[in-house]
C-alpha cells in the first residue's frame, strides 16, 4: 500500500524518502450484496499507517504497517453510535480478530518500473494470520502515489458477514486505495 515510496530504485539511490503519514490514505470500501442488500449499507474504512519502512537501491524493499484497532469506519449515512457499532464488529472475531492479529502489514521486495513509468509493487500481505501475494500497480500524480488493489476476505481466513440467511451479506472482494505523499512533496 503506502509502497510507492520505494521509488526510485536500481542505480537512482538517493537519500531514503519517507512518508507523510498525515497526507497518507489508504481506504478499503466494503460492498454489500444479496437480495435483499438494499436494507445494508456499504462501508468506508480509513487505515492509518502505523509505520513504514522504506529501502531504495539495487535491491529495494518496502514494509508498511496498519494497526487493526487503529481502523475507523467513515461511513457519512451513518450515525456515530452505528459506525461504532460496525467498527465492534469489523475487530471482533468474526472478521479481523485484533486481539489476536494486532497489525497488518505489507512487505514488498519487488520494485519494477513498467514502461508507461508506472510501478509494480510485489509482496506479501499479512492479515488476520495469513500471508498472501499482492500485487499493486502504482502511478504517480501530482505528487502523490495513487494506487488500487482488490483483495478477497476469504484468502484470508476471514469469512464475509451474512444476514437473514445470505440475503444480506458483505460482498468478498474488498477494493483497497492508496493514496500516499512523500514528506516535501
Not at 461511513?75 to 497489525?103: F, H, I, K, N
Not at 514502461?115 to 509482496?123: A, I, K, N, S
Not at 500481505?125 to 488493489?149: F, I, M, N, Q, Y
Request: proline residues 5%; aromatic residues 4%; without cysteine.
Amino acid at each position: 500500500m503506502v509502497l510507492a515510496a520505494a521509488i526510485p530504485i536500481g542505480d537512482e539511490v538517493r537519500e531514503e524518502p519517507s512518508i507523510d503519514r498525515a497526507r497518507s490514505t489508504v481506504t478499503i470500501r466494503v460492498s454489500k450484496a444479496g437480495a435483499l442488500s438494499g436494507l445494508a449499507h456499504e462501508h468506508i474504512v480509513s487505515a492509518p499507517i502505523a509505520s513504514a519502512r522504506l529501502q531504495q537501491g539495487p535491491s529495494p524493499e518496502v514494509e508498511v504497517v496498519f494497526e487493526t484497532r487503529s481502523l475507523e469506519v467513515l461511513d457519512p449515512g451513518l450515525s456515530a453510535s452505528d459506525r461504532a457499532r460496525v467498527r465492534e464488529v469489523m475487530e471482533g472475531a468474526q472478521v479481523l480478530d485484533a486481539t489476536r492479529y494486532p497489525q497488518i502489514v505489507f512487505h514488498a521486495t519487488d520494485v519494477r518500473r513498467q514502461e508507461d513509468g508506472r510501478y509494480t509493487l510485489t509482496g506479501t500481505l499479512s492479515l488476520h494470520g495469513r500471508d498472501r501475494p499482492l500485487r499493486l500497480d502504482v502511478a504517480l500524480h501530482e505528487g502523490r502515489w495513487h494506487g488500487s488493489a482488490i483483495l478477497i476476505q476469504s484468502d484470508f481466513g476471514i469469512e464475509p458477514i451474512r444476514f437473514a440467511g445470505g440475503l444480506v451479506r458483505v460482498r468478498d472482494a474488498v477494493e483497497v486505495e492508496v493514496n500516499v505523499a512523500l514528506e516535501g512533496s
